[in-house]
């Protein structure tokens, strides 16, 4: 018993010294993991840029499971971490569970909406991005049939594919987007094999270009597509380096330049409201590098500007999934 | 859906019934020597593991098939020592493997290459590459038989036949060998066997290191084969799958080959046709194929459909009476 009370308080001790940390921020990603090559990776790099231009530390934490959510967003409250940014969109409950009880504390959550005083909900206009790839696809395809594998059945990854079809059948009306999901668990997020066999199964449909919106399951996709020699898109991150010459791009998300800013900001943060990642704002986009220059094509990449223009303009409106559960060019 | 459709459904659902059928056999002869075994799951994390590792710092795909069969092989001898030798719960045993093969696979795997529990990807001879059976470009144009020969038969990688081909041998060996005949007797009534003479530890641990090696090679397909490289958490609960297709099976081989290639095809035509329209009528969502699995094992297992009655003495350790 007397052994069991010095070792209490030994961790009563260790907690204590813990909470007196410096006010640093704080990044919590999701089951894929800081380096899924994806979204999670791109919310990382955010980090680490900001790490190494200021010459400051953060903390981070990687979840295991669902159950350890609210647990992680106290801890790092109670540790004094602020601001603290979560990267994912099921932090959303948890969050609001526990936002209330650290007024002091600013909270900054990526993909999803938390309503409350302390929390700034940074959401991403994916349908936008994921027009351009589309658009992209379809001139790229011969056969005149594409692909879409997503991760996780939610409207989030239907919005990806909504946005992509929308730009596909903006260039070529008569092409056949087939569209799958991996799954309907977090497990879907981490699932190459899965991810593999459901490329094989859209390309023995005809499918000529795949794109993968499903974190680490990507992985999978894009392997397959390079060793069937088709052509794949990349999501979150600029995947293009993954297998130079076999990627068409990759429909970024800009989830590091919101941990950057919220990083520099610090406790200045603006909270209680909404910010909308736009392409207007550089919030998402495609990626162009060394790797995929000769996929892309002059006429592709002046089709595809001048939508994004479009876009930004107001001209062209792309239907968003999440307004109304419903995409206008294709069924789930 | 046309005639090479068909062929090409199948085709996927011969890649997608290996590795349920390798670990399905793997299960059968630990199930069959009276020791459960959850653990499958985590033999196959750690052989993927280790394979993709291996296979990528020898450029061996051959190399890494052999390690990951070791990882495998020293996961059931942890396995076969905590329920054999010390009798403890076999359940716990092997949930207990499970979470360590997931555990020691991202942290070991985050130390070496610092790609978050991924292994670098696999290229050239790291991975293995398909096999073109003989003529089977010559016959391609022959009707009928000549897609089912050169989509469906030819064109896998080397484990698909292994695969298969271990089917007859599993069923030669259980049913027609010495081994074989101990083996069943050791999972109905151990104590007959002993009093024949014959080890029941050792028979136990015989079929333990059998488990391991088919375990191991089925992780290595995983990672080496269908993947090329190891990501966390890759095997997906297909270690599960595996051991409710062997429940399906009732401890049988040839039915267990039948079970993983009806839980393959459901895979496969989920993934092809995700909502499947029936005359106009109604639809039936992509959510219920995959379920399909699960539910079949249940009724199964409710006694609906014939009667699964496991090996007699599956789960208990042996007590050598003094």
Avoid at chain 2, 266 to 281: H, K, Q, R, T
């Amino acid at each position: 018993m007397t052994l069991m009370t010095k070792f209490l308080g030994a961790s009563a001790a260790l907690a204590l010294s813990a909470g007196a940390a410096l006010a640093d921020p704080a990044i919590i990603f999701d089951l894929g993991g800081k380096f899924d090559k994806s979204f999670n990776e791109s919310a990382h790099n955010g980090a680490q840029r900001w790490a190494e231009e200021t010459g400051e530390s953060y903390n981070e934490f990687e979840i295991q499971s669902d159950a350890q959510r609210e647990q992680a967003i106290r801890r790092f409250a109670e540790n004094g971490n602020n601001p603290v940014v979560m990267a994912g969109f099921s932090w959303a409950t948890p969050l609001a569970e526990a936002a209330g009880d650290y007024p002091d504390t600013k909270f900054v959550i990526i993909d999803g909406v938390v309503e409350a005083e302390n929390v700034q909900s940074v959401l991403f206009a994916e349908e936008q991005g994921s027009y351009l790839v589309g658009m992209m696809a379809a001139m790229a395809s011969e056969s005149g049939t594409v692909g879409f594998i997503g991760g996780m059945d939610i409207p989030l990854i239907r919005n990806f594919a909504c946005g992509y079809a929308q730009g596909v059948k903006a260039v070529n009306e008569d092409a056949e987007v087939i569209a799958n999901m991996t799954g309907t668990t977090p497990a879907a997020w981490n699932d190459p094999v899965k991810g593999s066999e459901l490329t094989r199964a859209q390309i023995s449909q005809g499918a000529d270009v795949v794109y993968a919106a499903a974190g680490g399951t990507g992985v999978g996709v894009l392997q397959t597509a390079a060793d069937e020699g088709i052509l794949s898109i990349g999501v979150d991150s600029n995947q293009n380096y993954l297998h130079p010459g076999q990627v068409l791009t990759s429909m970024m998300k800009r989830v590091d330049n919101v941990v950057y800013q919220s990083f520099m900001t610090g406790e200045d943060i603006e909270t209680g409201g909404l910010r909308i990642m736009t392409l207007d704002n550089g919030g998402v986009g495609y990626a162009l590098d060394e790797n995929n220059a000769e996929l892309v094509t002059d006429e592709m990449k002046a089709a595809v500007d001048e939508a994004a223009a479009a876009i930004a303009a107001g001209e062209i409106s792309v239907h968003n999934y999440n307004s109304d559960e419903s995409c206008p060019v294709m069924s789930f | 859906m046309d005639f090479l459709q068909f062929i090409l459904t199948l085709d996927s659902t011969l890649r997608l019934s290996t590795v349920l059928l390798l670990a399905c056999l793997a299960g059968l002869f630990s199930e069959r020597s009276g020791i459960v075994d959850i653990g499958l799951e985590g033999k196959m994390l750690i052989s993927a593991f280790v394979a993709a590792a291996i296979a990528y710092e020898t450029g061996s795909v051959w190399m890494g098939l052999a390690a990951g069969m070791l990882a495998s092989l020293i996961f059931a001898m942890i396995h076969g020592v905590a329920s054999i030798i010390y009798r403890g719960d076999q359940i716990i045993s092997g949930v207990a493997l499970n979470f360590l093969a997931s555990g020691l696979t991202v942290v070991v795997g985050d130390a070496l290459y610092r790609q978050g529990g991924q292994t670098p990807t696999l290229a050239g001879s790291a991975r293995f590459s398909e096999i073109t059976l003989p003529f089977a470009d010559a016959l391609r144009d022959v009707p009928i038989l000549g897609p089912i020969y050169s989509e469906l038969i030819s064109g896998h990688k080397p484990l698909v036949y292994v695969a298969f081909l271990a089917v007859p041998l599993v069923w030669w060996v259980l049913f027609r060998t010495r081994f074989g005949l101990r083996l069943r007797a050791v999972g109905e009534n151990p104590s007959s066997v002993d009093t024949a003479g014959v080890s029941v530890v050792g028979m136990r641990f015989k079929a333990l290191l059998i488990t391991g090696l088919l375990c191991g090679i089925a992780g290595a397909y995983l990672s080496t084969s269908q993947a090329a490289g190891f990501g966390k958490e890759m095997t997906a609960g297909r270690g599960y799958i595996a051991l409710a297709a062997l429940i399906f099976a009732k401890w049988r081989p040839l039915h267990a080959m039948g079970a993983c290639l009806l839980f393959g095809l459901l895979e496969a035509v989920s993934n092809l046709y995700p909502n499947i329209d029936v005359f106009g009528l109604f639809t039936i969502p992509v959510q219920f194929t995959q379920t399909l699995p699960y539910i079949l094992t249940v009724i199964i297992l409710g006694g609906f459909i014939g009667r699964a009655m496991p090996p007699n003495a599956i789960g208990q350790p042996y007590v050598k009476e003094r």
